[in-house]
């Protein structure tokens, strides 16, 4: 059964620093990995796709890569700002038609 | 792009009655619906998953009759939260799964359960 990790659970930081969430996953065999952002009381904002055949997918400040293989990704936050405060989830499905499997999210601060 | 609207955002009910969530797939037809619920500060969870035209599969723990789900048509999957409790107020938040792996899962807005 798949099962997803992520560290830390919380981050607080200045703003302007650069961060990096992980997220790590049990079975590797897994058709493609995505980040999402969730506001308090609010549902899923999707923010990176990557497909199991890529290394890195990159959207504005965000930077999201994946080692297949050893069952780990990162997201990476450039120039972090106080709007970038939410909890960072990622997720994943074995094949095209299951559910994603949901690691418990990572809260982040970013403090002005 | 995909997408899927969820309605209510929120809702408050009393204990005992019954409260029905709908998920629509505006500009594409979904043939599988997954549910999840989001206790405070906790992950989604799996609940179910529906399939049109065909009765729901339960994940285990998840009462299916008390949470019923229903997939009549390839643009609506409901799921009523029956004798609600407040045990029961959550966030529920319906998926649909791409046709295609070059896309994501689309996410309806999710409904806050408050049970009074």
Known sequence: KQEVTQIPAALSVPEGENLVLNCS??????YNLQWFRQDPGKGLTSLLLIQSSQR????????????????????????SQPGDSAT???AVPNSGN???VFGKGT????IA | GAVVSQHPSWVICKSGTSVKIECRSLDFQATTMFWYRQFPKQS????????????????????????LINHASLTLSTLTVTSAHPE?????????????PNYGYTFGSGTRLTVV
């Open chain 2, 88 to 100: 029961d107020s959550s966030f529920y938040i319906c998926s649909a799964p791409p046709d295609s």
């Open chain 1, 88 to 90: 960072y989830l990622c």
């Open chain 1, 25 to 30: 996953f049990t079975d590797s065999a897994i």
């Open chain 2, 44 to 67: 989604l969870m799996l609940m179910a998953t529906s399939n049109e035209g065909s009765k729901a599969t339960y994940e285990q723990g998840v009462e299916k009759d008390k949470f």
């Open chain 1, 107 to 110: 809260r982040l601060s970013v």
């Open chain 1, 98 to 100: 299951t559910p994603l």
């Open chain 1, 56 to 79: 890195e997918q990159t959207s504005g400040r965000l930077n999201a890569s994946l080692d297949k293989s050893s069952g780990r990704s990162t997201l990476y936050i450039a120039a």
